[in-house]
């Protein structure tokens, strides 16, 4: 299966150890985002992957670009528009202090300028088998809100996979508000067959009610009614779970007739981002390859908790090592 993915490279930017940005002259950079993390991740796997985006016509879009390709994933229909890549810093927490990630002029980005003028979706789309498109393209411009409906679209109506995430963020909707995202995620997701979401996504994004029965079959039935208003094939998630001082991760995977979720699996945090990205692309594999539900969900789960270890956002796991962890996961050193 040829899968593509829409959406933004950026530029992250952290100061080495746990420095923070006053403690520091030093920073590393790496270049990043949903669709290259969820990408590189099934290269890693051994799938075909093509990303779908534009960047700067610079030394930085040059070195984006080298960058994306030795992660294992296609370039072809990447193009180059404007002069600028979104970028953030990274500062990256320890104990009780979070990390602490700072946004740099997103919606001015090559990505955040072009519209769907830019791009040859006719020609890409009969290439591909599925495309995943990154929800944060319907807050960041008209432009992108444009281009993904149109993409969606287009591959709905030629009979491919559309996946979409809702990857709603605060800071990037200051200005629109749920309100006008409502009316956006409502435009795109007739168009959709997986989508990754939460409870918390269907409610107060999508503004769903939940129905006053039992508290552990309202998901089940909030996610039903989402379901079969868009006609979705699939949804996934997660749900985080504390203990003490422990954590958590557990997913989740619904198709049409069924719903599973996996046992779950404690969190040691090296880095935190891109870790939900790892989650996704083991959906995906799964999914692309027909496995059973339980196996699918279990995988995609041990590859989130694995990508927390690894430091940046790209998850660099192979079926392999994610395997190991699944079947002995007491072995701590492998010769």
């Known amino acids: 299966?040829?899968?593509?993915?829409?959406?933004?490279?950026?530029?992250?930017?952290?100061?080495?150890?746990?420095?923070?940005?006053?403690?520091?002259?030093?920073?590393?950079?790496?270049?990043?985002?949903?669709?290259?993390?969820?990408?590189?991740?099934?290269?890693?796997?051994?799938?075909?992957?093509?990303?779908?985006?534009?960047?700067?016509?610079?030394?930085?879009?040059?070195?984006?670009?080298?960058?994306?390709?030795?992660?294992?994933?296609?370039?072809?229909?990447?193009?180059?528009?404007?002069?600028?890549?979104?970028?953030?810093?990274?500062?990256?927490?320890?104990?009780?202090?979070?990390?602490?990630?700072?946004?740099?002029n997103r919606r001015n980005s090559s990505f955040g300028m072009s519209d769907a003028s830019c791009y040859d979706f006719e020609r890409l789309v009969d290439e591909l088998d599925l495309v995943h498109i990154c929800g944060i393209s319907l807050s960041l411009t008209e432009q992108t809100r444009?281009?993904?409906?149109?993409?969606?679209?287009?591959?709905?109506?030629?009979?491919?996979?559309?996946?979409?995430?809702?990857?709603?963020?605060?800071?990037?909707?200051?200005?629109?508000?749920?309100?006008?995202?409502?009316?956006?995620?409502?435009?795109?997701?007739?168009?959709?067959?997986?989508?990754?979401?939460?409870?918390?996504?269907?409610?107060?994004?999508?503004?769903?009610?939940?129905?006053?029965?039992?508290?552990?079959?309202?998901?089940?039935?909030l996610v039903r009614r989402f379901m079969q208003t868009y006609s979705i094939s699939h949804f996934a998630g997660t749900f985080r779970q504390g203990e003490g001082t422990k954590h958590y991760l557990a997913g989740f995977l619904f198709d049409t007739k069924n719903y599973v979720q996996a046992a779950p699996r404690e969190i040691v945090n090296l880095d935190r981002i891109g870790a939900g990205d790892g989650f996704a692309a083991g959906i995906l594999l799964g999914i692309s390859e027909a496995w059973p539900l339980i196996d699918t969900v279990e995988f995609a789960t041990a590859n989130g908790v694995l990508a927390h270890t690894i430091q940046g956002d790209v998850p660099l796991t192979t079926r392999k090592q994610v395997k190991h962890v699944m079947e002995q996961p007491t072995v701590d050193l492998i010769r």
């Not at 030394?59 to 080298?66: C, I, N, P, Q, S």
């Open 146 to 221: 444009e281009a993904a409906l149109t993409l969606a679209k287009l591959a709905h109506e030629k009979g491919k996979k559309v996946c979409f995430d809702f990857n709603f963020r605060p800071s990037l909707n200051e200005t629109n508000g749920v309100a006008f995202m409502r009316e956006q995620y409502e435009k795109i997701l007739p168009y959709c067959d997986l989508v990754f979401g939460s409870q918390r996504d269907l409610t107060e994004l999508l503004g769903l009610s939940l129905n006053e029965t039992k508290e552990e079959s309202q998901f089940e039935e």
């Open 1 to 104: 299966m040829k899968i593509a993915a829409f959406g933004e490279v950026m530029m992250r930017l952290t100061p080495p150890e746990y420095l923070l940005l006053e403690q520091t002259k030093e920073l590393r950079f790496t270049f990043t985002g949903t669709g290259v993390n969820i990408l590189s991740n099934l290269a890693h796997f051994g799938c075909q992957t093509s990303l779908i985006t534009n960047l700067p016509e610079n030394r930085l879009g040059e070195a984006a670009k080298a960058n994306i390709r030795q992660l294992g994933i296609q370039d072809q229909w990447i193009g180059t528009f404007g002069g600028h890549i979104g970028s953030y810093f990274a500062e990256m927490g320890f104990g009780p202090r979070p990390t602490q990630v700072t946004y740099q």
